[in-house]
């Protein structure tokens, strides 16, 4: 078919074609009669289209009116209120009612036969609903008591070239059943791009102040239209709308696409580069984070989270075993720096548990948080609680003095080192608060001393700076210390005093009074050496006044 073959004027409306390869003729069989037949096959499509009908629709739908600006309105306070809710049904319903696919169609049809007029009224349809639906959506949400970022909100502040690649192929789907009458066409374009939540997530930014979220998310609305627009001017071309031979017309369509498109995509490539990146990093952590675990006595990775942003990408893991170890977190950090092969940042709380599944378990029904912005009393209240798989006597929120006080139930499985790791995660995920975590009332750990040593080791000053972190929790000032003595040389009674008076002294140096410091043999002393051990009598134990610990 040459390009002069391929000039037609505008056909009249509704003719019928006079060829005998009519559209009755499907196309995958007019493929097999060769170019002439292909000729006559596509005059006969276009002929088939009634184009000033369609134009003239086309230029009603994309105008701005009263009627316009309100399902606007009212489509954006739908979307915003079902971002806000993470309710993707109410969403849903905001995209049907949308009519942003008006103007957008109609901008496309404007570039197919070069229509001023019909682009500056799209192009102004456009521009004020978008603001209508910008400003409406930042309005509820700086009046809304609930300002968390969902994830429905975060789905839409990521854009890549999936998103593109869909927002080409439902524009193309619109362009079809804009000229072919297929009305449902247009509500599926409308619910597969969902132009109206990324300018209500737009809005949600300006008023939450959050402008990473802002560009996101305008991004995609771009993205959208442009590619949506394009697309329909596409098959507007195909249909025989526009001047000029068919080849020239698509060739200067493909010109205009690659002038806007590409800006576009490169943006959307990163995107997505970063996206499967994340995906393999979560991948990889996870294994090793698993694999390291279950070397441990009943070891069970019973949650984990990778933050990556701007900076090195941060490994938040929570491992709960019989016993735990030590070096775990060194270990996890090397392997997961040479894994990713970037440096990493590994915060890992280990819980002691005397079933390590039944708590792994109850962790994995809370899975990791980090809330984006605080939100009200009530909303900060209910987060804490959703972060902690335990039962909690009371959760107490002052937004005034940006503190949180939790208080657990008492719970066997995890000792007071689990409980300030806790805290060290809570106050990690709240940095802009002031979190204490209160532990239950219980048995404080002893203190434990060397063979015939009466001085405090790492280990011991690491317990008491354990101890000393409950006793500032319960708000208590004041100790009594009973040192054991043994039968055996390096447990006799004077040994026992040293160890308690050591004791003593540090607390004394870090505001803690410790009274009674009293030093008792047991009944029975030698047959429970034997029985216990003798580092059992190389210890002090530490109690609460009105507190005595009996062994």
Not at 335 to 349: I, K, N
Request: hydrophobic letters at 50%; glycine letters at 8%; charged letters at 20%.
């Amino acid at each position: 078919m040459t390009e002069e073959d391929a000039k037609l004027p505008l056909p009249d409306a509704g003719r019928p074609a006079e060829s005998s390869e009519t559209p009755r003729r499907g196309l995958l069989s007019v493929l097999l009669l060769g170019p002439r037949a292909w000729k006559r096959w596509w005059i006969a499509l276009v002929r088939s289209v009634t184009h000033e009908e369609i134009l003239t629709q086309t230029a009603e739908q994309a105008g701005f009116t009263s009627n316009y600006a309100f399902m606007v309105a009212i489509a954006s306070g739908i979307a915003t209120i079902g971002l806000l809710l993470n309710s993707p049904a109410v969403i849903i319903g905001a995209m049907l009612i949308s009519p942003l696919m008006g103007p957008i169609v109609g901008a496309g049809f404007a570039l197919a036969v070069f229509d001023v007029d019909l682009g500056k009224r799209g192009a102004r349809a456009l521009i004020l609903g978008a603001v209508t639906a910008i400003v409406f959506a930042a309005a509820i949400v700086a009046l809304s008591p609930i300002q968390d970022v969902t994830p429905e909100i975060l789905a839409r502040t990521r854009p890549n070239l999936f998103d593109l690649a869909v927002a080409i192929l439902s524009g193309t789907a619109g362009g079809y059943g804009t000229i072919r009458g297929r009305g449902g066409a247009i509500v599926g374009v409308a619910i597969a791009t969902a132009l109206m939540p990324p300018l209500a997530v737009v809005g949600f930014g300006l008023a939450t102040l959050q402008w990473s979220i802002v560009r996101g998310a305008l991004l995609l609305f771009v993205t959208n239209l442009a590619a949506i627009a394009l697309a329909v001017a596409a098959v507007a071309e195909w249909y025989g709308f526009g001047r000029g031979g068919l080849r020239k017309r698509f060739a200067r369509r493909a010109v205009i696409s690659l002038l806007v498109l590409a800006p576009l995509a490169v943006p959307l490539f990163i995107s997505l580069r970063s996206i499967a990146w994340e995906s393999r990093a979560n991948a990889a952590v996870r294994e090793i984070l698993e694999t390291e675990a279950h070397r441990l006595d009943q070891g069970q990775l019973a949650q984990f989270h990778v933050h990556i942003g701007y900076g090195a990408p941060a490994v938040e893991a929570i491992v709960v075993s019989a016993k735990p170890e030590s070096g775990l977190e060194a270990r996890m950090t090397d392997e997961l720096r040479q894994a990713l092969g970037t440096p990493v940042t590994l915060h890992l709380t280990q819980l002691q548990a005397n079933d390590p599944a039944r708590v792994s378990a109850a962790l994995e029904l809370a899975p990791a948080k980090t809330p984006v912005k605080p939100p009200l009393r009530e909303q900060m209240e209910a987060t804490v609680r959703s972060e902690l798989p335990y039962a909690l006597t009371a959760v107490d929120v002052d937004m005034e003095q940006h503190r949180i006080v939790v208080v657990p139930k008492g719970d066997d499985h995890v000792d007071l080192a689990g409980w300030r790791d806790i805290e060290s995660r809570l106050a990690a995920r709240h940095a802009d608060q002031q979190v204490t975590l209160v532990p239950p009332a219980g048995a404080l750990p002893a203190i434990a001393f060397a063979r015939g040593k009466n001085s405090l080791d790492d280990a011991a000053t690491k317990r008491l700076e354990l101890v000393l972190w409950t006793l500032e929790c319960w708000n208590a000032k004041q100790v009594e210390l009973v040192g054991h003595a043994g039968t055996r040389a390096d447990g006799a009674l004077a040994m026992a005093r040293k160890r308690a008076a050591a004791v003593g002294r540090w607390f004394g140096d870090h505001g803690i009074v410790a009274t009674q410091s009293a030093v008792y043999p047991l009944p029975r002393q030698s047959a429970l050496e034997r029985e216990r051990g003798d580092a059992a009598f190389r210890s002090v134990d530490i109690g609460l006044p009105a507190q005595r610990t009996e062994r």
